[in-house]
């Protein structure tokens, strides 16, 4: 059975530091695009960030340059997510997601083939 688990979420401050985790299994994920999405409350699910496979290439969205950053192992197949300097407005479920995406789509998530669960991640002010 293929699946992605997340780990990390919690509470924070604003300002602290969370480093979220996503292990997959079932499969070869070593090949594949590996991003972080997350979803807040009344909002669309939005790309937080991408890696490519062999850890080359890595893309963010504008608003976490600089404060987040992606990372993948040396097996390829656990991706991390390290936020820091976090913002009240980062408030929102975080999901991994994997699948054979070009950079050029890195931000389109209909493309993605496997979703982790998500885990809540929430900054008090």
């Known amino acids: 059975q293929v699946q992605l688990v997340e780990s990390g979420g919690g509470l924070v401050q604003a300002g602290g530091s969370l480093r979220l985790s996503c292990a997959a299994s079932?499969?070869?994920?070593?090949?594949?695009?590996m991003a972080w999405f997350r979803q807040a409350p009344g909002k669309e699910r939005e790309f937080v960030a991408a890696?490519?496979?062999?850890?080359?290439?890595?893309e963010y969205t504008d608003s976490v340059k600089g404060r987040f950053t992606i990372s993948r192992d040396r097996s390829g197949i656990t991706v991390y997510l390290q936020m820091n300097s976090l913002k009240p407005e980062d408030t929102a479920v975080y999901y991994c997601?994997?699948?054979?995406?070009?950079?050029?789509?890195?931000?389109?998530?209909?493309?993605?083939?496997?979703w982790g669960q998500g885990t809540q991640v929430t900054v008090s002010s």
């Open positions: 997601a994997a699948g054979p995406i070009s950079r050029a789509n890195y931000q389109s998530d209909y493309l993605y083939n496997y």
């Open positions: 079932g499969r070869t994920f070593s090949s594949y695009t």
């Open positions: 890696i490519s496979w062999n850890g080359g290439m890595s």
